[in-house]
């Protein structure tokens, strides 16, 4: 099954960008959406398709894809942003959903 | 808007069978691929299948044919069956909404989560 890698942790200052890779075998070609999981909460969708911004994810929170690597971007990091964040995909050679492993961020 | 909610015990027995339904409020099951998720204390997210509006169903091949998901157009629910639970099932269980008839969008609706403790 497909693996997507991404750092386990993160800990910055407020007011830094956090950047958040999502690594995985022959994605190229997939939409890659991101969530902020807070504990006990349901996930909260901030990127979609790859760059897109549902309405109520602030503008601080930006998408990319580039080859095999999604990246999400969170600038001006602020203490509300301590979160885990996870890419998702679907994998359309296996037929099935993928997670990634999750990024904890932590704002000191 | 619509809202989702997930129903169910809390404590399941081992090797019982896990009884979850999501009802749906706001808007039609139909045209929707419905997954469940859940989040076992101290771990990811993991998918654990989906069902389409038409009863048609993908699981994730990592629960051993132990998963059973269906839907009620009639009552607006969608529901999981995970039979032969252990220790390793408990986690809290998410119902989600992809994006209308496209199965490769995001899971844009969620419920508020349901803990399941599987224990004696």
């Known amino acids: 099954s497909l693996v997507l890698t991404q750092p386990s942790s993160l800990s910055l200052a407020p007011g830094q960008t956090a950047t958040i890779s999502c690594g995985g075998d022959k994605i190229e070609n997939a939409k890659v959406h991101w969530y902020q999981v807070k504990p006990g909460q349901a996930p909260v969708l901030v990127v979609y398709d790859d760059s897109a911004r549902p309405s109520g994810s602030p503008p601080r929170f930006s998408g990319s894809h580039s080859g095999d690597t999604a990246t999400l971007t969170i600038r001006r990091l602020e203490a509300v942003d301590e979160a885990a964040y996870y890419c998702q995909l679907w994998d359309s050679n296996t037929d099935r959903y993928a997670f990634g492993s999750g990024t904890q961020v932590t704002v000191l | 808007q619509v809202q989702l909610r997930e129903s169910g015990p809390g404590i399941v027995e081992p090797s019982e069978t896990l009884s979850l339904t999501c009802f749906v409020y706001?808007?039609?099951?139909?045209?929707?691929?419905w997954s469940w998720i859940r989040q076992a204390p101290g771990k990811g997210l993991e998918w654990l299948g989906y069902?389409?509006?038409?009863?048609?169903?993908n699981y994730n091949p990592s629960l051993k044919a132990r998963a059973y998901m269906s839907v009620d157009i009639d009552k607006n629910e969608v529901s999981l069956r995970l039979r032969s639970v252990t220790a390793a099932d408990t986690a809290l269980y998410f119902c989600?909404?992809?994006?209308?008839?496209?199965?490769?969008?995001?899971?844009?609706?969620w419920g508020q989560g349901h803990p399941v403790v599987v224990s004696s």
């Open positions: 989600a909404r992809g994006r209308r008839a496209d199965i490769s969008g995001p899971f844009e609706n």
């Open positions: 706001g808007d039609s099951i139909t045209d929707y691929f």
């Open positions: 069902v389409f509006y038409d009863g048609s169903v």
